[in-house]
């Protein structure tokens, strides 16, 4: 494999813990598709680098949709890997996303509470009208930080961890994002992605107790590029 092309994409590695600019195509973890997931891609890069012998661990603390980019943290280690856990389950590891959307919400900026109800068959998230066993409650903040002709650019703070709850959230408020024909954008991006990335990601470092702000690159492209520009 070609080490320099992951190691371009590195946002922070020591012993404890790996973040790492996923791509829109990428897949976290081993799926159905039978595609090479990100987490052996990077095991096999840390097999070369440190010329590890044997079995390379790595764990998947969280995972982004396909179509989405950014920021992703690994654990090197089991003792990271269930501490990252912990805090994640506690809420205490914080995602930034951005997204591009065609309308405009119906405010600069506001929270967003609504009842998710998953559809695994259809791999899909619903706004149910209220709350349900068969429902999870989704709550993120959002803000217009962007303008251009024809987008707006969202800066989206999750409070809870839900399956594609940006995407189905923001589909319900009118504005799908760019490129997500599942929920209700008028037509995909001709790579597949959609215009969602994973943008900052902090929390406390698991063994180092020292507090960690980690920022992803946005993709290249001639939107993302313009907004880029803007800010």
Known sequence: MNV???ES?????????????????????????GDQPLSEILKSYIKIKYNKPGEVFLGVVHRIDRPVSGAVIFARTSKSLSRLNE????????????????NMPPKESDRLVNHLRRDEARNKSFVEPSGSSRTQLAELIYEVIGKSKDYYLLEVNLLTGRHHQIRAQLSHLGCPI???LKYGY?????????????????F?????QAPLLITAPLPDDTLWNHFVEQL
């Open 186 to 202: 008028a037509r995909s991006n001709t790579d597949g992605s959609i215009h969602l990335h994973a943008r900052t990601i902090s």
């Open 204 to 208: 406390t470092h698991p063994v180092k």
């Open 4 to 6: 320099s092309s992951i």
């Open 9 to 33: 994409r590195i946002l922070y590695e020591d012993n404890h813990i790996l973040v790492v600019n996923k791509l829109p195509s990428e897949i976290v973890q081993g799926d159905k598709t």
């Open 87 to 102: 805090l994640l389950k506690e809420g205490k590891i914080n995602k930034t996303y951005w997204a591009v959307v065609k």
């Open 178 to 180: 760019r490129g997500d």
